[in-house]
């Protein structure tokens, strides 16, 4: 499978926050979650991909092109949705369309015209007007009209309410129904992942965590209940994270075998993404 993003040892500082050796790669055909705690360093990650903010090293290869020499062949293939939507506020819609438009060789009028009739949205009126919800949309209505084959969206889900939300998930699915494309998200709503993504990057600290396969990392943990006397030196490093409290302890493990094995009497739980994400960072913290 080609891979769409590159991403090697990745630097960026800044006073008092800094990406360290950040790597990960996206395959073609492949929804990718980008998660981690607030302040983890997912949109210095992502602005610095995509050039938005200056890398101290590393390199990063979109399409197999090199982002640094080639940005603009790049820039020409990929949709990009932030936040906070990066428009001039007292534009209509069809106003700001036509700043955006002519920076694309491959715009397509038809699909912008379709998706703003598909999310209602009214081309005259004003950016500083829209609610979140219909910003968001149409952010999205000018990333997909250009022929896109790489979304990457920075927390495209923060503050939608959940119609929206599944909106969203249902237009990436169909987005991606045409192969060879990719979408690279980055997202705190871990809930919004168990529905889409394919695969999952855990960033903390400027720190890449894991990259792992959603469906794999699932399988491999499970939440362990149990009696508190049923810990000692040895099970307790089975665990990738345990709470204790004064009736008993509650751990994740992915090492459910030989957990079994060792302490009987437990009951076991299928984990969700925040789950698994919670307990990684946890142990990075530990060291
Ligand atoms: P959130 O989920 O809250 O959006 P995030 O994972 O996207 O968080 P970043 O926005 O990348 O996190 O921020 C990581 C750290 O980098 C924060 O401590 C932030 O204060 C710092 N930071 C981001 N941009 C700058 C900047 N331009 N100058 C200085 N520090 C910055």
């Not at 090199?66 to 069809?94: A, H, P, S």
């Amino acid at each position: 499978m080609d891979k769409l993003l590159e991403v090697s040892g990745l630097n960026k500082s800044y006073e008092d926050f800094s990406l360290k050796e950040v790597s990960f790669s996206l395959p073609e055909g492949c929804i990718a979650g980008f998660i981690g705690k607030n302040g983890a360093g997912k949109t210095t990650t992502i602005k610095t991909i995509l050039g938005l903010a200056e890398k101290d090293g590393g390199s990063v290869r979109i399409f197999g092109m090199d982002m640094e020499t080639e940005e603009k062949q790049i820039k020409n293939r990929i949709g990009v949705v932030f936040d906070e939507g990066c428009f001039y506020e007292e534009l209509t819609l069809e106003e700001m369309k036509c700043v955006i438009a002519p920076a694309y060789s491959s715009w397509c009028e038809e699909d912008f015209k379709g998706y703003l009739e598909r999310f209602s949205l009214n081309p005259k009126q004003k950016i500083e007007t829209l609610s979140k919800g219909m910003r968001l949309k149409y952010a999205l209505a000018l990333a997909l009209s250009h022929k896109a084959e790489l979304l990457v969206m920075d927390e495209p889900t923060s503050g939608l309410d959940p119609l929206i939300r599944n909106q969203l998930l249902d237009i990436l699915k169909e987005f991606m129904e045409q192969g060879g494309r990719g979408v690279f998200f980055s997202t705190h709503i871990t809930s919004d992942l168990d529905k889409i993504a394919d695969m999952l990057i855990l960033i903390d600290r400027g720190r890449i965590v894991f990259q792992a396969e959603k469906d794999d990392l699932l399988e491999s943990y499970r939440i362990v209940k149990g009696d508190k006397g049923k810990l000692d030196e040895d099970t307790r490093k089975l665990f990738l994270s345990l709470e204790e409290n004064a009736y008993g302890f509650v751990g994740i493990t992915g090492q459910l075998d030989e957990v079994k094995e060792r302490m009987p009497d437990i009951v076991i739980e299928r984990p969700a993404v925040e789950d698994i994400m919670l307990a990684h960072v946890k142990k990075a913290r530990r060291g």
